[in-house]
């Protein structure tokens, strides 16, 4: 009966009610289209990182995060190459790397590069390295020649078929050097890649490195990337943990997860504007509907209705409002979210220049992952309670006479 | 004829006012089971204070309210809910009936709250509601009734739960003619044939005409306690 009571009392003003109700729906579509969109953006920044540089998960030399030299490449064992056949079908698949900073010179000039050993067609895999080659041709795993960013290429005065001298540090303390043939250049977007990257076959640069079988990291890609963290922590519990280790994106990245912690901040706090908006709006309904009731409510309290129970109609009441608010909010903004999912803004020549740049598509992507829903029906659900106190406060400290003859 | 309620040196003083009002005086009466009375006297002669606390929903400044060997004025307000709702029935002035509940609905309310048993509180909210000539309103809101009708849901209401006694605040002073001797018609019947306890405050002579017996405060004390036989 008191559910009834409540869900009747919404319908005695259908206009009023109608309004509030449409109150809180325009603001959980708001914020669905928002969050959905932030969230969709937010996750092809981190498709990017991990297909551009990290992956989700590496395995590395215990000390090669803290201490990123070549002392710190891990060897490629059978150990490493088992705990990764363990994890079955959970692992796409995995890209070695060997890398490190050297001295790069042609005939009298010289600059620092960073050298990368990779096989190219696990690299294509992950970010197609080879679509980016402008000139010449990409190495196979036995060629013995380097490919070399644009940058590279222009500051050293480098061209198809010339030769690239490299001096570095190579595994314990041995003298890494060695000279290679141009057979390709790439061109970057970001300048910081483009004036700095060499690549050589992985075999050909763990040679320069002094380094056979060993590796950075060895990058792992994932079926389901939100499993990163229980991949991580599996092959920690595999490896022996005096020489490897295993990091998810997040830890190898924690810059780019504080930057994206800020901006989720702010974008939370433009998304409590919205609630708290919506929240203005019950409570208004509420300010009205308790005066307007005084002296029915007052009635009820003199034929025996205990307070707790008629302050738990009037929060019924503000909890139905919000839920269908929330019910109408989502059914309108799933349909546009969903519309963007499958059809991505495509974004104009200059924003998308540099989405492009950055190695994104150049689209507004949507995300239609149900958390956004849900987190829009917590929220309006937390504000419909402390809106809620109000009339509950009011029916603890109603004076019964004085209401009943209001 | 058993006590239902007895009221020892009741005194109601407000003290929220610039001036003290002394609402009630050392009032000392008693009610016995069946009985009709109506409490009279001038506009602020404290009938309405006096029906509050008997009825629990006020507090006496002194004295005691007595029912059912119970002293209702030091009673805890969680307690004094469940008393009222279990011995107390009220009807008052502006009808008062839970305008999205149903005729049927609002005379359940009550019971509803006793929690009886969904059959009995049925068949009982339709039998009040035949007894005071209104079985074809079952399913109607008190929106669509009229103020006469209004006021019997509202007495039917009071007297479904079988109170101990039912309290009626100036039930007449919105109706016309017709509609206020239908209602008293029906409230001296159930009287009779319920034998519930009513007691009135009013300044409605048919009022006054039907009771057996009529308590005239002045200035919050007892001025007359005149007992009568009537039909």
Redesign the interface.
């Known amino acids: 009966?008191l559910i009834?009571?409540a869900w009747?009392?919404l319908?005695?003003k259908k206009r009023r009610t109608f309004i509030t109700v449409s109150s809180v729906m325009f603001a959980v579509i708001l914020a669905i289209v928002m969050m959905s969109m932030v969230n969709g953006m937010k996750q092809q920044m981190v498709d990017s990182i991990i297909s551009n540089t990290t992956g989700h998960v590496q395995i590395q030399d215990v000390l090669y995060h803290d201490e990123p030299t070549m002392d710190h490449a891990m060897e490629y064992s059978q150990e490493v190459k088992e705990a990764v056949e363990a994890l079955g079908d959970a692992v796409k698949y995995t890209v070695p790397r060997i890398e490190g900073f050297c001295l790069a010179s042609k005939e009298v000039s010289s600059r620092g590069v960073y050298l990368m050993g990779v096989i190219p067609e696990k690299e294509n895999r992950m970010n197609d390295l080879s679509t980016r080659l402008v000139e010449g041709e990409m190495f196979t795993p036995d060629d013995q020649f380097a490919v070399i960013a644009e940058g590279v290429a222009n500051q050293l005065d480098l061209a198809l078929g010339d030769t690239i001298v490299m001096l570095g540090q190579g595994f314990q303390g041995m003298t890494a050097a060695g000279k290679y043939p141009v057979g390709g250049i790439l061109e970057f977007p970001l300048p910081d890649m483009n004036n700095t990257l060499v690549y050589l076959p992985l075999q050909e640069a763990q040679m320069f490195f002094a380094a056979p079988e060993r590796l950075n990291s060895l990058i792992l890609m994932l079926e389901d990337p939100r499993k990163a963290d229980e991949i991580a922590s599996r092959l920690k519990a595999d490896l022996d943990e005096e020489w490897y280790t295993a990091k998810t994106w997040e830890e190898l990245m924690p810059d780019k997860v504080a930057a994206f912690e800020a901006r989720d901040a702010q974008v939370r706090v433009f998304a409590w504007v919205l609630y708290i908006v919506a929240g203005f709006g019950i409570f208004g309904t509420m300010i009205t509907m308790m005066h307007e009731r005084l002296?029915?409510l007052g009635?009820?309290?003199?034929?025996?209705?205990?307070?707790s129970?008629l302050a738990m109609v009037c929060m019924l009441e503000t909890l139905f409002i919000s839920l269908i608010g929330v019910l109408a909010g989502v059914a309108v903004g799933f349909p546009i979210v969903y519309r963007f999912y499958l059809n991505p803004i495509q974004l104009g020549a200059d924003v998308g220049e540099v989405l492009i740049d950055y190695g994104m598509e150049p689209i507004m992507q949507f995300s239609i992952a149900p958390d956004i829903f849900i987190s829009q029906g917590i929220n309006i659900f937390i504000i419909a309670l402390i809106v809620g106190l109000y009339p509950v406060k009011k029916v603890f400290r109603l004076d019964?006479?004085h209401a009943?003859r209001h | 004829m058993q006590t239902v309620i007895k009221t020892e040196g009741l005194s109601k003083t407000y003290t929220n006012t610039a001036v003290p009002v002394h609402a009630l005086k050392d009032v000392n009466l008693e009610f016995k089971e069946g009985e009709f009375t109506a409490i009279v006297g001038p506009s602020g002669s404290g009938k309405t204070t006096f029906l509050n606390v008997i009825g629990g929903l006020d507090k006496p400044t002194k004295g005691k309210v007595v029912i059912d060997d119970i002293d209702i004025a030091t009673m805890k307000e969680s307690k004094l809910f469940d008393f009222r709702m279990r011995h107390i029935g009220f009807v008052f002035q502006a009808y008062n009936l839970i305008p999205v509940l149903t005729a049927v609905e609002n005379v359940s309310f009550i019971m509803l709250l006793q929690k009886r048993p969904k059959k009995e509180m049925e068949q009982r909210a339709k039998e009040m509601l035949e007894q005071v000539g209104l079985s074809d309103k079952l399913n109607t809101r008190p929106a669509q009734l009229s103020g006469g009708q209004q006021q019997r849901v509202a007495v039917a209401r009071a007297l479904a739960s079988r109170p101990d006694f039912v309290l009626a605040d100036e039930p007449t002073a919105n109706l016309d003619t017709e509609s206020a001797f239908n209602l008293l018609d029906i409230m001296a019947r159930l009287n009779k044939e319920e034998n519930i306890t009513l007691i009135f405050s009013t300044h409605d002579q048919r009022v006054i005409d039907r009771a057996r017996r009529v308590i005239t405060l002045v200035d919050g004390a007892v001025d007359k306690d005149e007992h009568f036989e009537r039909n």
Request: net charge positive; glycine share 4%; proline share 0%.
């Open positions: 009966m009834t009571l009747r009392n319908w005695r002296r029915e009635i009820l309290l003199s034929i025996g209705l205990k307070r129970k019964m006479i009943a």
